[in-house]
């Protein structure tokens, strides 16, 4: 037999930390509340016979944000042999508040108190034995990052689920909350599922729609019930649902005052002081500036471009290529196959590969931030900025995840409570240039610009622009209207990441990249390269020798006029675009092949002779803009599919994303043309009429104004 | 009447009350701001909002918009 055992407990506890710890996976850790979006399980090491599931961290089991109603639902339905209550020991006081929900479930409770080094290096004493006993549960100390105290938790969680060991809630509420709970049971007698009827009878108090929805109560016991419910309120002179809150939290802390000793109360610790300075009224800002410079500036233009350079001029320019052209020769292998392999396979993929190393050191700088506690800040400190464009401040760690890749980005959305903010993160998340977009971007500024600094942060500042003109937008249409979501963050403790979680998490993304190189990028490249060396030639279908002839070539032309406008109508720039939507790097492979090059690097000197011919600076950058605004990768396409979880908004991002990227790359290359050769013609006068309408979109009155409306999907995706 | 909003930084205040309903009251009950709580204000981002305050031993921010539905009183 199977026993389940759920995982629950606060954001940013350590929860992934013990997760990996119980089941030995590798799963990164970062340290801003909301890093688990999805359920993650695995069985417990020495147990084959348990499966740990991860849920993701929730403060309450309220029935108002996406991530508590997956995780209650969770817990209701699903029912797991025992719940896993992960407790920071450094906090307390908000932790256990979500335990005295969890203990109502009617499901055994096993509380870890985390943290241990830390708190025993404050100097603070947790009295497990008085926790446990007022609690009702088992209470074990533990250490998840160094893993003391886990072979006991192991063995406690193993006999509690198997024994199914109910641990009955021993914290009741006030008389007059008791006095109507218990009319409520008794009023719903037989109709509560068994086990459960102390919280079903609780959320019933707390008038909880979901609830009250599920059990579909007849409408005269509901106002049987409401009057019980009323009564109370009169009584107490508050809401139901303040009510239970306050009395669990009165019960929590008069808890905490017998069982917890924090030793130096008044003391600044090295947490607050980092954020003295990092989140200083001056210094903030040009702190934040200066870090996310480096970060791009480290991992694009220094030590990235360096190895990048590396791989593409010497391993693969001067040893690979070569090499396995040589040893083709000598091998006497027919030359189509050569062809297949050297110009095809080896390119296209080579020209991707080449940029493993800078997107790996921008994965280190990706994983510093997320675990060491600077994102939070970072919402902090700019949630009034975004909040002036429709987003919130938490909008802005999709956004930055997304720098390393759209899909994990997208899904970190989750994190946002209301429907319409999150929506707009999901559909604006992918305007930030991916690392796959790297490499488009520094074949532009390489081939164009003679790489040009400036050309790498102008693609950011393209993204950020997109994001803000597209926030402000769309906050004005009927979809987004509304208040915007509220913010309300936990700012965790700074902590010093281990070696071992950043390396987790750059070989997890680096992984998945190198993967999708081996994959879909090595398929693509050889349909590509097909597509681009057979055709119909002067005999009939076979491999043909001018590219013009090709298959790829004929379908090439039958889409590269709707890009004429934007300046690069050429059919090689229509199909290394399409490609492009197969995966973003892919791009340039294309490229790689379509040039006849043995391998495009980013440098781009084998390009200036023909590349030159098909695009003028403006083009290519009205090309560049374009492919870093449409939609995204099929991947990232697919998160988004997911996380909108609705065909129609999902086709509604995609359609936005392409028709602004259209729009602002025609406006683009439409007003340089004009301002380089003063020709007003039809499309300069179509680029005026879509310039119109984007400042009047821009600056019309908001019509939608005071419509709040808190929609909340109940059936969350998997 | 003083509400979070206009609480003053490096202040100590007490929890009169919350005003409003539904998601966003709950939402902050949850994270700890109830009747009574004792709460101390740290700072103001630097660009004004939103606030962040000590409450129940650890850091929490707020943007003002929803700090106004918290009734306070200084102590």
């Known amino acids: 037999m199977q026993y389940k055992i759920a995982l629950a407990g606060n954001p940013n506890t350590g929860k992934t930390t013990l997760f990996n710890a119980l089941t030995g996976s590798n799963q990164f850790v970062g340290n801003w509340p909301g890093v688990t979006v999805e359920k993650k399980e695995g069985t417990l090491i020495g147990h084959p016979d348990i499966l740990i599931q991860d849920l993701p961290g929730i403060y309450s089991l309220s029935p108002y944000t996406l991530e508590e109603v997956v995780s209650r639902t969770y817990l209701v339905k699903e029912r797991p042999d025992a719940i896993l209550n992960i407790v920071d020991g450094t906090n307390l006081e908000r932790n256990l508040y979500l335990t005295t929900q969890l203990m109502e479930l009617g499901i055994p409770v096993i509380m870890a108190v985390n943290m241990l080094d830390v708190t025993r290096k404050n100097g603070d004493i947790i009295h497990t034995d008085i926790l446990s006993s007022a609690m009702g549960c088992p209470v074990l100390e533990i250490s998840a990052r160094t893993g003391e105290g886990l072979k006991e938790l192991v063995e406690t969680a193993a006999k509690t689920a198997k024994h199914q060991t109910l641990s009955e809630p021993r914290h009741t509420f006030s008389g007059p909350v008791e006095h109507a709970l218990a009319h409520i049971e008794e009023a719903t007698q037989g109709l509560l599922p068994e086990h459960q009827t102390r919280w079903y009878v609780i959320k019933l108090f707390e008038r909880d729609s979901n609830v009250q929805d599920s059990l579909k109560l007849s409408p005269g016991l509901l106002d049987h019930i409401n009057s019980n419910i009323e009564a109370v309120e009169n009584e107490l002179d508050d809401d139901a649902e303040s009510i239970i809150t306050n009395e669990?939290?009165?019960?929590?802390?008069?808890?905490?005052?017998?069982?917890?000793?924090?030793?130096?109360?008044?003391?600044?610790?090295?947490?607050?002081?980092?954020?003295?300075?990092?989140?200083?009224?001056?210094?903030?800002?040009?702190?934040?500036?200066?870090?996310?410079?480096?970060?791009?500036?480290?991992?694009?233009?220094?030590?990235?471009?360096?190895?990048?350079?590396?791989?593409?001029?010497?391993?693969?320019?001067?040893?690979?290529?070569?090499?396995?052209?040589?040893?083709?020769?000598?091998?006497?292998?027919?030359?189509?196959?050569?062809?297949?392999?050297?110009?095809?396979?080896?390119?296209?993929?080579?020209?991707?590969?080449?940029?493993?190393?800078?997107?790996?050191?921008?994965?280190?700088?990706?994983?510093?931030?997320?675990?060491?506690?600077?994102?939070?800040?970072?919402?902090?400190?700019?949630?009034?900025?975004?909040?002036?464009?429709?987003?919130?401040?938490?909008?802005?760690?999709?956004?930055?995840?997304?720098?390393?890749?759209?899909?994990?980005?997208?899904?970190?959305?989750?994190?946002?409570?209301?429907?319409?903010?999150?929506?707009?993160?999901?559909?604006?998340?992918?305007?930030?240039?991916?690392?796959?977009?790297?490499?488009?971007?520094?074949?532009?500024?390489?081939?164009?610009?003679?790489?040009?600094?400036?050309?790498?942060?102008?693609?950011?500042?393209?993204?950020?622009?997109?994001?803000?003109?597209?926030?402000?937008?769309?906050?004005?249409?009927?979809?987004?209207?509304?208040?915007?979501?509220?913010?309300?963050?936990?700012?965790?403790?700074?902590?010093?990441?281990?070696?071992?979680?950043?390396?987790?998490?750059?070989?997890?993304?680096?992984?998945?990249?190198?993967?999708?190189?081996?994959?879909?990028?090595?398929?693509?490249?050889?349909?590509?390269?097909?597509?681009?060396?057979?055709?119909?030639?002067?005999?009939?279908?076979?491999?043909?020798?001018?590219?013009?002839?090709s298959v790829l070539s004929a379908i090439g032309q039958k889409i590269a006029w709707i890009f004429a406008p934007l300046g690069w109508g050429d059919w090689k720039a229509a199909v290394a675009a399409f490609t492009g939507l197969i995966a973003k790097e892919n791009l340039v492979g294309t490229f790689g092949i379509l040039y006849g090059l043995a391998e495009a690097s980013e440098e781009g000197e084998e390009f200036w002779g023909t590349f030159a011919q098909d695009f003028s600076v403006t083009s290519a950058y009205s090309f560049l803009v374009f492919n870093l605004l449409c939609a995204p990768c099929v991947a990232a396409m697919g998160a988004i599919r997911r996380e909108m979880n609705s065909t129609k908004w999902w086709l509604g991002a995609i359609g936005y994303q392409c028709g602004f990227a259209y729009c602002i790359a025609l406006c683009f290359y439409q007003f340089s043309e004009f301002i380089s050769n003063g020709v007003f013609g039809v499309g300069t006068a179509a680029a005026c009429v879509v310039t119109a309408l984007i400042l009047y979109l821009l600056f019309r009155p908001a019509p939608h104004n005071d419509t709040a409306v808190v929609e909340l999907n109940p059936s969350p995706s998997k | 009447m003083l509400t979070l909003k206009e609480a003053q930084t490096g202040h100590d205040y007490e929890v009169v009350k919350l005003h409003g309903t539904g998601a966003m009251k709950r939402h902050i009950m949850d994270m700890g701001l109830t009747k009574g709580t004792k709460l101390h204000i740290r700072r103001v981002a630097p660009l004004g909002d939103p606030v962040e305050m000590t409450v129940r031993g650890y850091e929490l921010s707020l943007r003002k918009a929803d700090a106004e539905i918290v009734e306070i009183k200084e102590c």
């Open chain 1, 248 to 549: 669990r939290y009165q019960f929590v802390s008069q808890l905490i005052s017998k069982c917890a000793v924090k030793k130096n109360r008044h003391q600044l610790t090295t947490s607050d002081k980092i954020d003295r300075i990092v989140t200083n009224r001056f210094l903030a800002l040009p702190i934040f500036a200066v870090i996310m410079f480096l970060v791009y500036y480290v991992s694009v233009t220094t030590i990235g471009t360096d190895a990048t350079d590396w791989v593409n001029d010497t391993l693969f320019g001067e040893i690979i290529v070569p090499g396995a052209g040589e040893l083709m020769d000598s091998w006497g292998v027919a030359d189509w196959l050569k062809g297949l392999v050297v110009d095809g396979i080896i390119s296209g993929v080579g020209a991707v590969l080449g940029f493993v190393p800078q997107m790996v050191v921008l994965f280190i700088f990706l994983a510093f931030l997320e675990a060491c506690g600077y994102m939070a800040r970072i919402a902090f400190i700019l949630d009034r900025a975004f909040r002036k464009f429709g987003l919130s401040g938490k909008s802005f760690i999709p956004m930055l995840i997304g720098s390393g890749c759209g899909v994990p980005g997208i899904m970190a959305s989750r994190t946002i409570e209301n429907q319409p903010d999150r929506r707009m993160t999901i559909m604006t998340t992918t305007f930030i240039p991916c690392s796959a977009k790297m490499p488009i971007i520094a074949l532009i500024a390489g081939a164009y610009f003679h790489g040009e600094w400036w050309v790498a942060p102008s693609a950011y500042f393209v993204g950020i622009g997109a994001i803000i003109v597209s926030g402000i937008i769309l906050k004005k249409t009927k979809m987004f209207a509304g208040d915007p979501a509220p913010f309300i963050m936990e700012l965790p403790a700074y902590h010093m990441p281990t070696i071992g979680n950043i390396a987790r998490s750059v070989w997890e993304r680096s992984s998945s990249f190198i993967k999708k190189a081996g994959t879909v990028i090595l398929l693509s490249t050889i349909l590509v390269w097909f597509l681009s060396s057979f055709g119909y030639g002067d005999e009939g279908f076979g491999m043909v020798e001018d590219l013009n002839d």
